[in-house]
């Protein structure tokens, strides 16, 4: 199974592109043993549209046109179901088992997603009823897939 993580927001140089290149880097050696062949970032510059709604709107097509058909898709935003990192992990392990080709998580910009995007998504996550800035949240996504892994794995990364 393939990952993407298609995102609004160009990481500059630094130490959250270090720590997000770090994750990839992990989630490339160890996610082989759960059937992760692939784990990709895409990213796209936010809209500079006049208002909200349009650049809600030209961000949506961005993300989505980075998700294949019959992919399963899932949408970071605030109205989600916050999960526990075992809950999280099950979900991955049920999605891998269940033959999914690829898992498309899709990070809206500053003004969130459209209501379109949550309602057609296979699954909507929240990381909390707080706001984090894109670039952090990004790389707690890619720390989150790796901690998934190393739980499905028993390696002792996840010691809770």
Same mark, same amino acid.
Do not use: C
């Given at each position: &199974?393939?990952?993407?993580?298609?995102?609004?927001?160009?990481?500059?140089?630094?130490?959250?592109?270090?720590?997000?290149?770090?994750?990839?880097? $992990?989630?490339?050696? !160890?996610?082989?043993?759960?059937? !992760?062949?692939?784990?990709?970032? @895409?990213? /796209?510059?936010?809209?500079?549209?006049?208002?909200?709604?349009? @650049?809600?709107?030209?961000?949506?097509?961005?993300?989505?046109?980075?998700?294949?058909?019959?992919?399963?898709?899932?949408?970071?935003?605030?109205?989600?179901?916050?999960?526990?990192?075992?809950? /999280? %992990?099950?979900?991955?392990?049920? !999605?891998?088992?269940?033959?999914?080709?690829?898992?498309? /998580?899709?990070?809206?910009?500053?003004?969130?997603?459209?209501?379109?995007?949550? %309602?057609?998504?296979?699954?909507?996550?929240? /990381?909390?009823?707080?706001?984090?800035?894109? $670039?952090?949240?990004?790389? &707690?996504?890619?720390?989150?897939?790796?901690?998934?892994?190393?739980? !499905?794995?028993?390696?002792?990364?996840? @010691?809770?």
């Amino acid at each position: &199974m393939k990952i993407l993580v298609s995102a609004i927001g160009l990481l500059k140089a630094g130490p959250e592109t270090e720590l997000a290149t770090d994750y990839q880097k $992990r989630l490339a050696g !160890l996610g082989r043993s759960v059937g !992760l062949t692939e784990i990709a970032v @895409r990213e /796209f510059a936010e809209s500079r549209a006049a208002t909200d709604a349009l @650049r809600k709107a030209d961000e949506q097509k961005l993300l989505w046109s980075t998700v294949p058909e019959g992919t399963a898709t899932i949408v970071l935003d605030e109205r989600g179901k916050a999960m526990s990192s075992h809950e /999280f %992990a099950q979900l991955v392990k049920r !999605l891998a088992e269940s033959g999914t080709r690829q898992v498309t /998580f899709l990070i809206g910009g500053p003004d969130g997603h459209v209501p379109e995007t949550r %309602a057609k998504a296979t699954h909507v996550l929240s /990381f909390g009823p707080m706001t984090f800035p894109h $670039r952090l949240l990004r790389v &707690m996504l890619l720390e989150q897939i790796y901690r998934a892994v190393t739980i !499905l794995v028993n390696h002792p990364y996840h @010691r809770a």
